[in-house]
């Protein structure tokens, strides 16, 4: 321990000497470039003044909560045919496959790396500029806003962060604040979908089978021959909505820290009087558990049963 906690020391004195060395707006982490500005108020103001944010907040409260139970019954349906039925292993559940990295998951070679990097930065992007408007909106300040660099190239996450707790906003507005990613995601993605009625909606399962089709026959992984064949806008438009949809229901399930797990705990701490749930926070932690358990199952399950 006493060797694990020098090694830590030294990396954070290294880490804290090369961002002596960096502009005001770049720092560095655990392998991650971070390029960020601590003036977003006046940023995000200048957005959030303009356009009836404050009702789309709302509506994305009930984005959230329609994206969350489809999530969950998507997740409970393959739960149980995993659990009941001989599923096999596919190479959707190897692990590479997990991390959206070119080059690394098959279903993304690189030929298609400036696409997905693309459609990572909209998707990051858009969802934590709604939590950020939504702060400034229930006046809560932002202490950063940024975009996280894995390696300094692949943009893994935006991030807002508030200066400040949440726990003084009152709970409708905090509800509005944790769907506003989860409902831009959304909104994002059905643009993609009108998009794809512009360049043709068959362009949709031309490039679905192009990525993820050879899941289902003895075809092999897409290469760059593949990538090419489908044009620069069916790419971009491809995986920007697969990102955003992918993201908006990931991020809307109950469990803790996505913005589902925390908008459940708000509503459990609504509802817990009325129900009559006396310790809210035990249901919260046990209903986060348990869905993070079904969903490790679903990866997991068909290749260790």
């Known amino acids: 321990m006493e060797a694990f906690e020098r090694a830590k020391r030294g990396f954070e004195a290294v880490e804290s000497r090369v961002n002596d060395r960096l502009p005001g707006c ?29 009702r789309w907040h709302d509506v994305g409260v009930a984005i959230l909560a329609v994206v ?5 019954a998507a997740v409970g349906w393959v739960a149980v045919a995993v ?13 590479n496959n997990v991390l959206a990295i070119p080059g690394v998951n098959d279903f993304m070679p690189l030929a298609a790396t400036g696409y997905v990097v693309l459609a990572l930065l909209v998707a990051t992007v858009v969802h934590e500029g709604g939590h950020a408007i939504g702060f400034r909106i229930e006046g809560v300040d932002l202490d950063e806003l940024g975009v996280a660099l894995l390696f300094g190239v692949l943009p893994i996450a935006a991030y807002a962060k508030p200066a400040e707790s949440l726990d003084a906003v009152p709970a409708r507005g905090r509800l509005r604040v944790f769907a506003a990613g989860v409902a831009n995601n959304v909104a994002v993605t059905a643009l993609v979908g009108v998009g794809f009625l512009v360049v043709g909606v068959g362009a949709v399962t031309d490039a679905y089978l192009a990525y993820f089709g050879w899941l289902y026959t003895t075809a092999a992984a897409p290469t760059a021959a593949d990538v090419a064949g489908l044009g620069v806008a069916v790419n971009a438009l491809f ?11 990931l991020n809307a399930l109950p469990i803790w820290p996505f913005d589902g797990g925390k908008a459940t705990r708000v509503v459990l701490e609504l509802a817990g009087d009325a ?8 249901v919260w932690v046990a209903a986060s558990a348990l869905t993070a358990g079904i969903v490790a199952f679903v990866v997991v399950g068909p290749t260790v049963l």
Do not use: C
Request: no cysteine; hydrophobic share 45%; proline share 2%.
């Open 83 to 95: 659990a009941t039925r001989d599923v096999e292993a596919t190479a959707a559940n190897q692990a």
């Open 239 to 249: 995986w920007t909505g697969f990102l955003n949809a992918n993201l908006a229901v």
């Open 68 to 72: 969350m139970a489809s999530g969950l």
């Open 275 to 282: 129900v009559g749930i006396r310790d809210t926070r035990a």
């Open 26 to 54: 770049l720092k560095v982490g655990f392998l991650t470039l971070y390029l960020y500005s601590d003036r977003g108020n006046g940023v995000v103001d200048a957005v959030a003044d303009r356009g009836p944010w404050r």
